[in-house]
């Protein structure tokens, strides 16, 4: 069963930057498609950005032109790229593999003056 873990969260102010990282157990992890979430407090998971195998990304609204999501199939990692960070990005980040059912346990982000 593969496992996924983030890191790189913190506190950061707005306008700055943070890269996560999501590192998995396993060689399926390039099988499948990489999907970052967040969870703010008191709301509901929503998608932030998938990338696929092959590299085709998708974005939600929000953070288009801001975020960037990779994978590295060698290190079997995802990253998630965040610039130009504002207050409603806030939450606690997650990773999963669309498909699968896996998801880390979480890094929070907290985007503050």
């Known amino acids: 069963q593969v496992q996924l873990v983030e890191s790189g969260g913190g506190l950061v102010q707005p306008g700055g930057s943070l890269r996560l990282s999501c590192a998995a157990s396993?060689?399926?992890?390039?099988?499948?498609?990489l999907g970052w979430y967040r969870q703010a407090p008191g709301k509901q998971r929503d998608m932030v950005a998938l990338?696929?195998?092959?590299?085709?990304?998708d974005y939600a609204d929000s953070v288009k032109g801001r975020f960037t999501i990779s994978r590295d199939a060698a290190k079997n990692t995802g990253y998630l790229q965040m610039n130009s960070l504002k207050p409603e990005d806030t939450g606690v980040y997650y990773c999963?593999?669309?498909?699968?059912?896996?998801w880390g346990q979480g890094t929070l982000v907290t985007v503050s003056s």
């Open positions: 396993g060689s399926i992890f390039n099988m499948y498609v």
């Open positions: 999963t593999l669309l498909g699968l059912g896996v």
């Open positions: 990338i696929s195998s092959g590299g085709i990304t």
